[in-house]
Every structure is written in C-alpha cells, then in structure tokens.
C-alpha cells in the first residue's frame, strides 16, 4: 500500500486512529462488558488483517491499536495480549519488509538497527508485562497512546 498510495495519505487520519485505540483501552473493561464478556472471534480476524496493513503500511501506533483490539475482542489477560501484540507486529512488519526488500528501496542498517530492536522489546517486554497490575499497564499504555496521537497530529 505504501509503494503505491499517494504520499501522506494516511498521515492525517493516524492520530485518530491512535487516539480511538487509547480511548478504547481505556474502556475496555465497560465494552467488554457490554458484549457481556463474549470473545468476538469475527471482528477480531478481520481487524486483525486490517491493522496488520496499517502496521505495515505506517506503523505509528499499530501496538497500541493491537492491545486495543485484543483486549475488547478476547477474554485475554493484558500480559497474554501484550505477548499476542508483539507476535501480531512481528508478523505484520516481517511481511512489509519482505515486501519492500523486493520492491522498494531499503536503507538495510536502519532496518538492520530496527530489528535489533524489536527482537530486544520482544525478548524484555512480556516478563516486565507480567509484573505491572494490569489496570495500570492499561491506562499507562493509553495515556502513550494518547501522547503519541497528540505528537502524530501537531508533526
């Protein structure tokens, strides 16, 4: 999408979307109640592709919009979710990046110092996940979503 979308395309509406998915955290647990705690297996394979193009398209904000999804959809616990997330970006920006490897320019020690990273997060993030209560990692999780939605929109 990104190779062949006009440029900037997407810029305008991200930190809505970003925003949306940190409100959505933060009422998390009234709408999971109001689908009276039912896993929403549906909506959550057809958001899940579509945040998974976003993310590979953009990027900015898709963990966010990932835990907000799975955490509304599922009956997961937010440190299974937070592991889902990252296996879920994984995938989405593994399949990007072959993409632009094949037909797209690649600055390849960016992507090179990009992956270091991610594997750390990946490796670090979950253990530390399950040691913080989990009302507090979502509000603190929103609250970044929100500051990033806030940064994306005045950029």
């Not at 009234?30 to 909506?43: E, T």
């Not at 995938?91 to 632009?100: C, E, H």
């Not at 991610?118 to 490796?123: E, H, L, N, P, T």
């Not at 999780?141 to 500051?147: C, I, K, P, R």
Request: glycine share 12%; aromatic share 10%; with cysteine.
């Amino acid at each position: 999408v990104l190779l062949v979308a006009p440029p900037g395309s997407f810029e305008a509406i991200v930190p809505y979307l970003v925003g949306l998915a940190a409100l959505a955290l933060l009422l998390q647990p009234r709408i999971r109640n109001l689908a009276d705690g039912r896993d929403l297996p549906g909506v959550f394979s057809v958001a899940v592709f579509v945040v998974s193009v976003y993310g590979g398209y953009f990027g900015a904000g898709a963990g966010v919009i990932f835990l907000a999804l799975i955490l509304i959809c599922t009956s997961e616990q937010i440190w299974r979710a937070s592991i889902l997330k990252s296996y879920l970006l994984g995938v989405a920006n593994l399949v990007a990046a072959v993409g632009f490897a094949v037909f797209g320019p690649v600055h390849w020690v960016a992507a090179a110092a990009m992956a270091v990273g991610a594997f750390a997060g990946g490796r670090c993030g979950p253990p530390l996940v399950r040691r913080i209560p989990p009302n507090l990692l979502r509000m603190g999780v929103a609250l970044a979503g929100f500051g990033l939605a806030g940064w994306l929109a005045l950029r």
